[in-house]
Nanobody, 117 residues
Framework: QVQLVESGGGLVQAGGSLRLSCVTSRSASSVMNMGWYRQAPGKQRELVAVETTGGSTYYADSVTGRFTISIDNAKNTIYLQMNSLKPEDTAVYYC???????????WGQGTQVTVSS
């Protein structure tokens, strides 16, 4: 089991930046893939970025070049740096820890990001 607590969401104008944080209850990144997902109203939850236990990163096409995922193992914290934000980035952002190979998912409570035009 691992608990995840997100913070850092808010309201920002288009073109602005936000940094989301996700604190885990224990050191999880060495044994779990860590990622960020988002869900906009009326849409399915989608993967935004993930960092695997091997250190590989993956980004959705829509955020490549604008968002960066990083992990501070000393602080048990995962970050999502979001730059050049667009109104279509508006969503609830969720932190995720996935235990492989059984693909058991743990989720945070979500943090709202709203980008105004």
């Amino acid at each position: 089991q691992v608990q995840l607590v997100e913070s850092g969401g808010g309201l920002v104008q288009a073109g602005g930046s936000l940094r989301l944080s996700c604190v885990t209850s224990r050191s999880a990144s060495s044994v779990m893939n860590m990622g960020w997902y988002r869900q906009a109203p009326g849409k399915q939850r989608e993967l935004v970025a993930v960092e695997t236990t091997g250190g590989s990163t993956y980004y959705a096409d829509s955020v490549t070049g604008r968002f960066t995922i990083s992990i501070d193992n000393a602080k048990n914290t995962i970050y999502l740096q979001m730059n050049s934000l667009k109104p279509e980035d508006t969503a609830v952002y969720y932190c995720n820890a996935r235990s492989e190979p059984l693909k058991i998912d743990f989720w945070g409570q979500g943090t709202q990001v709203t980008v105004s035009s």
